[in-house]
């Protein structure tokens, strides 16, 4: 039997570095939604030097915020294509108040709402330490250890209160980021289960 119910929109949270990406890429598979990134929309803008990418660049090169105005948008424009009409997963975005509150009227205007956010848990220290290799492999010009550091603080800072009202709201899934990618998937599919959310292509 398909589980599709509603919609599972979800939200994965954690600081940049903590193996987010790589996990909501493995969710959306077996959840059966898209996983939708905002800092992969913008890197491919950057890259292929479109309007957006022009503007955003030297943003991101330092670690900042790209304005909510221009984030804002985008998801509302990703959210409203087909792929996203029975669920999702959320990388990156909303990350600051305002984008909250923009994505809780967008969800509302379709009568809908957030499922879980999953929170994932590690050490700081050890981040830098997996950024810094990934920037050696990668070439990513946004990984400086400086950039690292600012992306770091700006994320404790304006993380930290959406996380706040995500868990006062009672959707805050709390997960042991550090570990095996396996481990890892273990314990967030455990913790989604608990709240009756199931892969969809479960044997
Ligand atoms: P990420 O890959 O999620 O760490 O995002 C890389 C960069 O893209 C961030 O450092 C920001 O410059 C930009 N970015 C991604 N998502 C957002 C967002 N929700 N709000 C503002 N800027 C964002």
């Known amino acids: 039997m398909s589980d599709v119910r509603q919609g599972t929109r979800l939200l994965i949270?954690?600081?940049?570095?903590?193996?987010?990406?790589?996990?909501?890429?493995?969710?959306?598979?077996?959840?059966?939604v898209p996983a939708i990134s905002t800092g992969d929309?913008?890197?491919?803008?950057?890259?292929?030097?479109t309007p957006l990418g022009v503007q955003v660049k030297a943003i991101m090169d330092a670690g900042d915020y790209v304005p909510d105005s221009l984030t804002n948008e985008l998801i509302e424009d990703r959210l409203g294509q087909p792929d996203a009409e029975r669920g999702f997963l959320l990388d990156g975005y909303p990350r600051t108040a305002a984008q909250v509150e923009y994505l809780d009227s967008l969800l509302a205007s379709k009568g809908e709402s957030l499922t879980a956010v999953v929170q994932l848990t590690a050490d700081l220290d050890e981040i830098v330490e997996r950024l810094r290799k990934r920037a050696l492999d990668q070439g990513r010009s946004d990984d400086t250890e400086e950039a690292i550091r600012h992306r770091q603080d700006v994320y404790l800072r304006e993380t930290g209160?959406?996380?706040?009202?995500?868990?006062?709201?009672?959707?805050?899934?709390?997960?042991?980021?550090?570990?095996?990618?396996?481990?890892?998937?273990?314990?967030?599919?455990?913790?989604?289960?608990?709240?009756?959310?199931?892969?969809?292509?479960?044997?």
């Open 41 to 49: 929309i913008f890197r491919a803008n950057v890259k292929n030097e």
């Open 161 to 203: 209160p959406l996380i706040s009202e995500y868990e006062g709201r009672g959707i805050l899934v709390e997960v042991d980021g550090l570990g095996t990618i396996d481990e890892v998937a273990s314990r967030i599919d455990a913790a989604l289960a608990a709240r009756g959310i199931r892969p969809t292509a479960a044997a």
């Open 13 to 32: 949270v954690g600081p940049p570095g903590s193996g987010k990406g790589t996990q909501a890429g493995r969710i959306a598979d077996e959840y059966g």
